[in-house]
């Protein structure tokens, strides 16, 4: 499932199931989608809609099976664009670790791991920073710059308030 571009939404509607549902007066702006692995029980899958006073996301885990028969646990949350301070690019490791794979192969899960490292969306992570604390969300590297640019102008008109 490979992007160019991110999902462009009409203002007010909302593509995916989450706890936090766009109120009145806020309108949907644009979804961005990182699937890590080729399908739902293959890799964790992010979705992040920018509104015009929020982020809100769900990370999606695989299923624990590998199956495909359930659905893994999913977190849901939002971020008030107020509170935001700080946006900073993170890096380092995203592979799995030895224990992980050691594990995995063991589990004869070793395939699932394999394809999330390879297909799907190569993930890139963008950290933000502010008087909540600190959280981290993934987007596909091809979305990234466009989620980086897309969030900050979102975010500079609640500064200068």
């Known amino acids: 499932m490979f992007r160019s571009q991110p999902k462009q939404t009409q203002p007010g509607t909302f593509h995916f199931n989450n706890t936090f549902l766009p109120q009145a007066g806020e309108n949907m702006q644009t979804v961005f989608e990182c ?3 080729c399908c739902d029980c293959c890799g964790r899958k992010t979705t992040v809609a920018l509104t015009n006073a ?3 996301s769900r990370i999606q885990e695989p299923c624990p099976c590998c199956c495909c028969c359930c659905q893994g646990r999913h977190y849901d949350k939002t971020i008030f664009l107020k509170d935001i301070s700080i946006l900073r690019e993170v890096t380092g490791g ?11 192969c063991l589990t004869g899960q070793c395939l699932c791991l394999l394809c999330a490292s ?3 969306d190569t993930p ?11 959280d981290i969300l993934t987007f596909s590297t091809k979305d ?8 900050t ?3 500079l008109p609640h500064k200068s308030r």
Request: glycine fraction near 20%.
């Open 54 to 56: 929020r982020l809100i």
């Open 153 to 155: 102008a979102t975010t």
């Open 144 to 151: 990234y710059m466009n989620a980086v640019n897309a969030i």
């Open 94 to 104: 995203t592979g799995p670790g030895c224990l992980v794979l050691l594990l995995s």
């Open 35 to 37: 699937q890590e692995g």
């Open 118 to 120: 390879c297909c799907g």
């Open 124 to 134: 890139k992570s963008l950290g933000f920073e502010g008087g909540y604390g600190s």
